[in-house]
């Protein structure tokens, strides 16, 4: 008897995991709550979230991944270990795992993210890229002669890339993405409205009223006045957040198209024809598909469920098990190539 496969977006922001017979079974922020004496986990996900920017000295509140890789190793293992078994309780038959993994991730890095998957129980890991994952989950096809263009942007990378034949005509990561731009939303309230926010309200600044293209839309945000240093109220208009989010986008915007000049002619006339599809977390910010459609010349569309996408193709990945598509991927589904680190 087999173990259960298992698909896992391990992200900046959140962890999606996608279980094979029965689609995404986990969505939670990817956050963990540890007492600081004692290394006890307090919480995880959502609880921990709720938490994040509001602990006092006795509890640190982590966010382990960072721009898509492991940046604290022992909590990130805490948070996996918690996440995988509430879905997946497995006592005799452990589960096989393929993990999402930013384009230009180091050999350090992906052996960071494998040596956790291994230490919480999962019995053999893959690691794919994310915008293989993302062109899989979002059911492009991307093992047919017809060059196909998806873009994720997620919270700590934006991943595009170019498939034609099962393989990677063209891509590039970038490590500007969704968390840049809640920075970029903290500074420009804090210069212009003499106003301190946490990441958590520009976060929801961006939700509401932010966006690529001009809104008219306002908002108010409760802070710290940085001048005075007493809580207050400031109404931030959605045209100074357009504002704010115009340097990530340009980045963004820059990334797609170093991968259009390097595509291949015939594909980049199959991309032209079939358009681009975006994935991830961010892809549906006001305004984004439209933007990237005008400045591009290609028609851009937001995915079906962008944000579990990168789960879902993964656990396809795995699920498939074929000779055909481990050769496709470049990816060993059951031996990672670096089997001195990864557990058969």
Not at 22 to 37: F, N
Not at 190 to 215: C, D, F, M, S, W
Not at 234 to 250: G, I, M
């Amino acid at each position: 008897m087999a173990g259960t496969n298992l698909g896992i977006d391990l992200g900046t922001s959140k962890v999606s995991i996608y279980r094979e017979g029965a689609g995404i079974v986990l969505c939670e922020p990817s956050v963990i709550a540890i007492e600081t004496k004692t290394g006890r986990v307090i919480a995880v996900g959502r609880e921990a979230y709720d938490m994040l920017e509001k602990e006092p000295p006795t509890i640190r509140v982590v966010r382990p991944m960072r721009k898509g890789v492991v940046s604290d190793y022992d909590a990130a293992e805490k948070m996996l270990r918690a996440f995988v078994n509430k879905v997946c309780a497995f006592k005799v038959f452990k589960p096989r795992a393929a993990i999402s993994v930013p384009a230009a991730v180091t050999e350090v890095e992906e052996r960071s993210v494998v040596q956790a998957a291994t230490a919480v129980g999962i019995r053999r890991v893959a690691l794919v890229e994310e915008y293989i994952a993302a062109a899989f989950g979002a059911g492009l096809p991307v093992e047919e002669p017809n060059g196909c263009m998806v873009v994720d942007i997620g919270a700590g990378t934006t991943d595009v890339g170019v498939l034609s034949l099962g393989s990677v005509a063209s891509a590039k990561s970038i490590k500007v993405a969704g968390d840049d731009m809640d920075e970029a939303i903290v500074r420009m309230v804090r210069n212009r409205y003499n106003h301190v926010i946490g990441l958590k309200t520009a976060e929801e600044i961006k939700r509401q009223i932010g966006g690529v293209l001009p809104r008219e839309e306002t908002m108010d945000v409760r802070g710290r006045d940085s001048i005075s240093g007493l809580p207050c109220v400031k109404t931030v208009s959605a045209a100074d957040v357009f504002q704010a989010l115009s340097e990530p986008f340009a980045a963004i915007l820059a990334a797609i198209q170093a991968v259009l000049e390097t595509t291949p002619p015939e594909i980049a006339g199959d991309v032209m024809a079939n358009g681009i599809t975006l994935t991830g977390g961010c892809a549906e910010l006001f305004g984004l598909a439209e933007r990237l459609s005008r400045e591009l010349g290609v028609e851009c569309r937001v995915a079906d469920n962008p944000a579990d996408c990168v789960a879902f193709g993964a656990g396809r990945a795995i699920a498939s098990k074929t000779a055909s598509t481990e050769n496709v991927y470049d990816v060993n589904l059951f031996s990672y190539d670096r089997s001195e680190w990864v557990q058969s």
